[in-house]
């Protein structure tokens, strides 16, 4: 059986991304069985490169879907051009995914500082952050990082593998700037927020801390993650909703 169509069968079943690895495990035997003798490190060199030849096949206009690196893994997902149609017929089969303002706040300062401790967040956002932080472990948007080498020694906080999914992220390094994430935040959430609501999260909101202040909590107001909630189901672009 050719490698070509094993390959694009499973990355289209694969619930999550799936990696290298476990493609070749998958397949090796196949491949074995069509070309006896053939090296294992071959093996993996024709996986490559059939793979390249997918995702090179899928990035054409002809598709609206197409095969790309998440997570550490590969997974078919639906074009940025396909964003809207796609969200629209998402949200009609599911309950959205929520999430409060201040949750989406504390998590932007997580993403662009990690990894950051709480008191170093609630700094930056002039708020107690803890209360939130335990949404968002609940959520699995982010984990723990060990725990920073100073007095008291607070845990350090990361996003997780779950985040690259949600938002469709081969890894952090793909996070957009700070302009690009608060205008993708606004789109993606100014129409499900009430009108007292309608201010997206400010770059400026999320600077660098300049010394070791930031490891004492601020105690001003602090945060309640009983606010109206915001859908975050799509946030991701490109939208992940996979054609059945």
């Given at each position: ?16 991304p799936i ?9 090796k035997e ?159 959430f100014q ?54």
């Open positions: 059986m050719s490698l070509r169509p094993q390959l694009e069968a499973i990355i289209y079943a694969a619930e999550t990696s290298l690895d476990q493609i070749h495990s998958l397949v196949s491949v074995l069985a069509e070309t006896p003798g053939i090296d294992p490190a071959e093996i993996k060199s024709r996986i490559r490169a059939t793979l390249e030849e997918l995702i090179a096949e899928y990035s054409g206009s002809n598709h609206g879907i197409e095969i790309r690196q998440v997570a550490g893994g590969y997974r078919m997902s639906t074009k940025p051009d396909q964003h809207d149609v796609v969200r629209a017929f998402a949200k009609s089969l599911k309950p959205p995914f929520r999430l409060s303002l201040p949750a989406l706040e504390t998590l932007a300062v997580i993403a662009y500082k990690q990894p950051v401790t709480v008191p170093e967040i609630s700094e930056i956002r002039g708020v107690d952050s803890g209360g939130v932080i335990a949404t968002l472990l609940d959520r699995k948007l982010i984990t723990t990082a060990g725990r920073k080498a100073v007095i008291g020694r607070p845990i350090l906080y990361k996003t997780s593998k779950d985040f690259l999914l949600r938002f469709g992220l081969k890894d952090i390094n793909e996070l957009p700037s700070m302009e690009e994430f608060e205008k993708l935040l606004a789109e993606s129409s499900d927020l009430l009108p007292s609501e309608g201010a997206p999260v400010e770059a400026s909101s999320i600077s660098p801390s300049t010394d070791d202040s930031s490891e004492t909590a601020s105690t001003a107001e602090s945060d309640d993650d009983t606010d109206p909630a915001v859908a975050t189901e799509e946030t991701k672009t490109p939208a992940s909703a996979k054609p059945e």
